[in-house]
């Protein structure tokens, strides 16, 4: 298994692309420590992994999977969970800055003030924080995986989405910084770039919000962007999360500070 004796704590792993992420990890001998807002969520998801994912390690109390609660805008909750996680599984081998929302689908000049950083809080703010907390015992071991959950929206104009846009590309930016400092001691930072995962519920209410704007019904508008793309579909949270294995495992060791396309053909650099 690619994760055997690893510990991961993903970030808005309740739904999507982070319970993906999170179920793949588990099939592959990893623990993982889930956080995002809503607890039935999280809680569906890890009773999900522990029925189904291999046995632990008695030092992990037998346990694949276990969450808390928080709201990560939140410099405290940010530090709870950190703690916790090391509390329920003694170190973090891996972090996985995924949580984020869209935000108000609005032009610059109607965007507001306080929903441009709500949105820039959750998705890099939150990940600067996180960061920030787990690699000092990152540096100290010799080892450790930071992969930032960027977007598309980093690396193509798409109206409508400024702050989310912003959020998305600061992400590359705090990725590439990171890697730099982190290369010489053992820690491992790159981004993934999904393209649309229209089976979440974020990419369902962007598809409605952006067909109402458009004057055109939801089918229309999807297709209209998929066919955009090379491969003219979307891509799936399985795909999203098989790229996430691939760059926190061992067969990436010589990768870092990358930012990776997964996007069925639609950004080149």
Not at 110 to 115: F, I, N, Q, R
């Amino acid at each position: 298994m690619l994760l055997q004796d690893q510990i991961a704590l993903i970030t808005g792993s309740g739904r999507g692309i982070g319970r993906a992420i999170a179920r793949l990890f588990a099939k592959e001998g990893a623990a993982v420590f889930l956080t995002a807002r809503t607890e039935k969520e999280l809680a569906e998801t890890a009773a999900e992994i522990n029925a189904s994912a291999p046995p632990l390690p008695s030092s992990s109390k037998d346990r694949a999977a276990a969450y808390a609660t928080a709201d990560l805008t939140r410099a405290a909750d940010c530090a709870r969970i950190v703690s916790q996680c090391r509390e329920k599984f003694a170190k973090i081998d891996i972090l996985v800055n995924n949580a984020g929302h869209y935000g108000p689908v609005l032009p610059v000049e109607d965007y507001p003030l306080a929903d441009f950083d709500a949105v820039l809080s959750v998705h890099l703010r939150s990940a600067f924080l996180l960061s920030q907390l787990v690699l000092p015992e990152m540096y100290a071991r010799g080892s450790g995986v930071i992969l930032n959950m960027s977007s598309l929206s980093a690396k193509a104009a798409f109206s409508w989405g400024s702050a989310y846009a912003a959020a998305k590309a600061g992400l590359l930016g705090l990725t590439r910084v990171t890697a730099a400092e982190a290369a010489r001691k053992g820690v491992r930072v790159n981004a993934i770039c999904p393209g649309p995962v229209t089976e979440t519920r974020m990419s369902k209410e962007l598809g409605a919000d952006l067909a109402r704007r458009l004057g055109v019904n939801p089918e229309e508008q999807l297709q209209a962007f998929l066919n955009g793309l090379l491969q003219g579909r979307a891509q799936t949270a399985e795909e999203i999360a098989r790229a996430a294995l691939f760059l926190c495992s061992s067969q990436s060791s010589a990768i870092t500070g990358q930012s990776l396309n997964v996007d069925g053909g639609a950004a080149f650099y």
